[in-house]
């Protein structure tokens, strides 16, 4: 599903270099639930803006579902991230001015639907994260695990086949985070997608299929 | 897209209540200043109605010592025919001293039955149209004909025409000098309007009495001049009229330098309007460029999150660019209800054309002020990398 050879990311600025990421390959398959773990600034988030079309590698090439994306124009990733990525943040990037229907309805607004079409699906996939009962709310009304479930609903309203979660439990106290990592689990499970998760915590890395370890730019495991 | 626009505007309508206010009172303003410049344009443009070239104005007061009618009308008579034996003189009119492009009115009622109106009245002479070269639309100008006229004979202008008979035909109709019943001015001609009060002044009342060539007093005397008619001449005229005259307080103006003159007076104010318009603008586009700029480097996040999520920079630049002018759309709404009282409730007397031709002007001056001053700032958000932008949260 996503194939990563020797990826490189180098940061420059006028006084200096900093390797990112160093030679990375890596093979995800379809449905696999992947976690990526390490310590912080060792590139796991890096790692996963390029395998998200974030960011552009220095070096190396990524292909996901048999495509390169080195060629793609501006337009062209957006309408790959679009088509075929969710993502889901540690601190929710939900929009405060909008409501929770609307935040969740944002990736629609991208491709050619109707605004029933937006809003039958954004409901259905607020309801599979078991917040139909506040899509009036904004996002201060609600606590940080139901706005982590919005995030959740955000990334999947678009029926995407890889859903890239970056921290996505950090900011959460462990009840909420097994109830968000069920979420995902159960997404995994039941629509068969594929997910990179980047987390800290190894218990909830242990419930996914395969873990990688990332030290300093570089794949250790 | 739209409908989302407005939810997201909406949702932030106390934020965003200045900035629609700034362009409001902007649009308000530049309203102002386009109708005077419609209007001033408009004016511009207006035929002149007569020829100023070569004509100069002599303006004087009678000697004191000549006290009865008759005596006044064989002096004037005199005078008018001292000046036309000179060769370079074509043509002499006596006017009071209300003259094209002068700083003098003499402004007063006019009616017919009970219908009211104000209008300048001028006092001159059968020559009048000649020195001037006026057109006359219907009937005639004064001839040797009104001498014996049971009524006071006066010529009207195409505006007073319209003022107090609409379509009709004015010829032979009596009208008065304010007031009520019928007068006893008899209309023997209507000639076209002249802009004889600057070429940006607008289509005024103009009401032409015969002189009375035996009253005393002073006045002005319209001279044509051929094209010869050199300062050495306009000086040899001054002496013999001077001489002639017997009296000091006698001057030469030349039509076409007042009609300079009285342009600059008006443009003045204009100017000055166009100054603070200007500075306002520029405060106007500051502000806007300012609070749009201010919103990217506050909406990073939103922006790197759109973007993560399927929009392409093009989208994100359009919907920065969208979102302003949604914002003016709502601005200029609320400002186009106040501007269309304007025609609506004939404020100021100005055609209804002049304040729509005006109140698109801004409308599109605002827009165009709008999408320059977000123009900019869209781009650079269009620039942002996804990854950067989150990562900034």
Redesign the interface.
């Known amino acids: 599903m996503i194939r990563l050879q020797n990826i490189e990311k180098v940061y420059r600025t006028s006084a200096i270099e900093t390797l990112a990421l160093n030679s990375i390959s890596l093979d995800i398959a379809k449905g696999e639930f992947l976690s990526v773990m390490g310590p912080s600034g060792c590139g796991k988030?890096?790692l996963l803006?390029i395998m998200?079309l974030?960011?552009a590698p220095t070096k190396g090439d990524i292909k996901i579902d048999e495509q390169r994306t080195d060629h793609f124009s501006?337009?062209q990733?957006?309408?790959f991230?679009?088509?075929k990525l969710g993502?889901v943040?540690q601190?929710y990037?939900l929009?405060n001015?909008?409501?929770v229907l609307?935040n969740v309805?944002?990736?629609l607004?991208?491709?050619t639907s109707s605004?029933n079409e937006r809003k039958k699906l954004a409901s259905a996939a607020l309801e599979k994260v078991g917040l139909s009962n506040r899509v009036k709310h904004?996002p201060s009304q609600l606590s940080g695990g139901q706005k982590q479930r919005v995030a959740i609903a955000?990334a999947i309203v678009?029926r995407p086949e890889i859903i890239l979660a970056d921290e996505p439990t950090g900011n959460l106290d462990s009840a909420m985070g097994s109830e968000i990592m069920d979420i995902l689990l159960q997404l995994n499970a039941t629509d068969n997608t594929t997910i990179i998760m980047v987390t800290h915590d190894e218990y909830m890395a242990s419930k996914t299929h395969r873990l990688v370890r990332l030290f300093d730019g570089v794949l250790v495991q | 897209m739209l409908t989302h626009l407005f939810k997201l505007i909406w949702n932030k309508k106390k934020q965003n209540f200045l900035l629609m206010t700034e362009m409001f009172v902007s649009f308000i303003i530049l309203f102002a200043v386009f109708t005077a410049l419609v209007y001033y344009y408009q004016n511009y443009h207006r035929p002149m109605g007569f020829e100023y070239d070569r004509v100069w104005k002599f303006g004087y007061n009678a000697p004191r010592e000549i006290s009865d009618p008759d005596s006044m009308a064989a002096f004037r008579g005199s005078v008018r025919q001292l000046i036309r034996s000179m060769p370079q003189i074509e043509e002499v009119s006596f006017s009071s001293e209300n003259i094209p492009f002068g700083n003098d009115n003499n402004v007063g009622g006019v009616n017919y039955y009970k219908k009211n109106v104000g209008a300048d009245k001028y006092t001159v002479d059968d020559s009048y149209s000649a020195v001037l070269h006026v057109s006359v639309k219907e009937g005639r100008w004064f001839s040797k004909e009104d001498d014996a006229a049971k009524e006071k004979p006066v010529v009207i202008n195409e505006t007073l025409k319209k003022s107090l008979f609409g379509n009709e035909n004015a010829i032979g109709k009596l009208i008065g000098e304010g007031g009520e019943g019928m007068g006893n001015m008899k209309i023997v001609g209507v000639i076209n309007d002249l802009k004889d009060k600057g070429d940006f002044a607008g289509p005024h009342n103009g009401l032409y009495r015969r002189v009375d060539t035996g009253n005393y007093g002073g006045g002005a005397i319209l001279l044509k001049v051929s094209s010869d008619a050199d300062r050495a001449f306009e000086s040899r005229l001054f002496k013999v009229l001077s001489s002639t005259m017997r009296n000091p307080d006698i001057n030469i103006q030349h039509l076409a330098y007042m009609r300079t003159r009285i342009n600059n007076i008006r443009l003045i104010p204009v100017i000055i309007t166009l100054i603070v318009a200007g500075f306002l603008i520029i405060n106007v586009a500051l502000g806007l460029f300012g609070v749009l700029w201010y919103n990217i480097s506050k909406r990073k996040s939103e922006i790197g999150l759109r973007r993560a999520v399927g929009a392409s920079g093009h989208s994100i630049s359009g919907q920065l660019v969208g979102e302003a002018l949604v914002l003016s759309t709502i601005s200029l709404i609320v400002g186009s209800f106040f501007a269309l009282q304007f025609p609506l409730l004939n404020i100021f007397d100005l055609p209804a054309l002049t304040y729509l031709i005006a109140q698109g002007l801004a409308i599109a001056f605002i827009y165009l002020l709008v999408m320059i001053c977000a123009f900019y700032p869209g781009r650079q958000a269009a620039a942002i990398y996804p990854a950067v932008a989150l990562h900034e949260d």
């Open positions: 988030s890096t803006n998200g974030l960011d501006d337009k990733l957006a309408q991230r679009n088509r993502f943040f601190s990037h929009i001015d909008l409501k609307d309805e944002l990736p607004l991208y491709r605004g904004f955000r678009g």
